[in-house]
C-alpha cells in the first residue's frame, strides 16, 4: 500500500531536519537549483506536496530530505540523499515510504543514487565520525553494491 | 560558539598533556603519515577523506583531497600548502582514520619511553566498540562478515612508533583531575597489554564548564597560549623564529610584559635555562633583546626618514 504523501509531509520532523543538516553539512554540500528539484519533482509526481517559490533547502523538506550529499570522492559511492528519523518504528516506515516509485524517480531524476534514512540515537548528538564508520560497513557488508534505499542507525 | 561534548573533553586532556609535559607526537610528518595509512588502513583512509571536506577545520581548505591525492601517488603538488595546513590534514586524519586524539610519552618504571596513543570519548556505550576496534577488529565485532577494515591497527601502530592505545572515557560533565589522569596514564605505561579502555566516567572531580569558563579568562594573556598561537605555521628557527613570533605578538597588540612572558614559551629560551641549569639571566636577557630589536624595527619602519640599516650584499653577486 502507498503511504498518503500529505500524512507524510506534515509528519517530517523540521528539528530533526535541522539537527541533520547542521552535524552534516560542512564546506561541500551538494547542490541543486530550484528549478532541477520543481522539475525532478513534476515528473516523480511529488508535485502536489510542494508550493511554489520556495527554496531548495524547503522544498527538499517538503519531500522528508534534509539534505543531498556527495561521496564521491576518492572512489566513493555516489550522491545521497539523506531522510532523518528518531526512532526504529519511524525509520522503518520511512524506508518504506522512500522506497516507492515515486521517490525511486525523484532521484533518478536529479542523479541521486542512494537515499538514507537516518536513524539517530535520542541519548547523544549525532556525530560525523559515527555517520562515517556506518557507511563504510552499509558500503562493504553489501560487497560494493548497497540497495538504493537503507536505513543507517547512528 | 558552543563545543561540542567531545570536542571539548579532547581539548582538556590536550590541556592536560601540555601542562605535564608528556604531549607528544610521532616523528613521521604528515606526508609519511597518509602513505602509511594507505598502505595500512586503506578503507579507514578512504572513508575519512569522504568526510573530511564536512570537517570545520577544513573550512578553510577546500583542496585538501587533491593534496592527498598527490601524497599518495607521489606526485608534485601544484597548489599551495603550508606546514600548518599539512599539520592539520595529519592531524585530522590521525583521528578520524586511526583512533587517535593526541598523543603522549612517559617512562615506565624501568625508565624506557612509552609513546601512548588517546582516543577520547565521552560516550561510554561506545567504549566497547572503540576498543575491538584498536585491537584490529570490527567495531560491532560481528566475526562472521568478512569484511574488516581495522586488522592492520596492531601492526600500523608499531610501524608508527606507537607502543600503547588506549580508549579514554570521560563523563562529558564531570572530568578526572590533572593528577587523576597522569596516574592512570603512568598504570598504563607500565601494563604489558597494548591496548586498553580507561574508563574515568566516575572519576567526577573537575567540573568541565566551570573549567571551560575560567579557561576564557585565563586564554586572553596565558603566555604559553601566546606563544602557540603567534608561532602557528612559522618554519623558521632560534633568532628568526622568536623575532617573527614577536613581530607578530606586538602586531597584535600585546604589551612588553605580556610579550616577555610570552617568550618564556620560546625553545630558545628554555634552550638557555636549561644549559644554564635554571639560571635564568640569559635566558632573559635573550628575550628583552628580541623585544628591543623588534621594536627598534618596527619604529624605523614607521619613521622612513630615519637613516636606514646599511645592506649587506656579497659583492659580485648581480641578477
Redo the contacts between chains.
Sequence with gaps: MLANLETVSSSFDEELMALTRDF?????LHKFTVDEIHVALSQSNLTEIIEDSEGQEQLLASIGIALI?D??????PGTVAITPAKSHADAQRLLLIISQETYHSFRKALGIEYHWVLQLNSE??P???E???K???WF??YDQNPPECSVIEL | VELKDGLRAELYVKGFAKEARIASDIPHNSEATIQLLDQYNQHNLTWARMYIERRREMERYPQVNDWIDSVIKGQQYLGSADEQFKGTVKDTLLDTAFSTDLIVKLNDNRGEAQVIAIDVTVKEPDQDSKLRKIRGQREDGDASKKFNPNRNYPRLRSMLGIDKHIVLVMDAKQYPSYATLLTELYAVANQPSQTAAVNLSDSQEIDAVQFFAEQRKVEKVDPPDLWLKYSKGLSSHSVQLSTEVTSRAIAGGHSKQEILQMLASDPQYQLFVKKDKGDLTRAQKYASGILDKVVAERGKKNNPDSPQPEQHRKPGRSR
Design positions: 552534516i553539512q560542512g564546506p561541500r550529499i561521496l564521491f570522492h576518492p572512489l566513493g547523544s548528538s556525530e560525523l565520525d555517520l562515517m564508520t557507511s563504510m560497513y562493504h557488508d
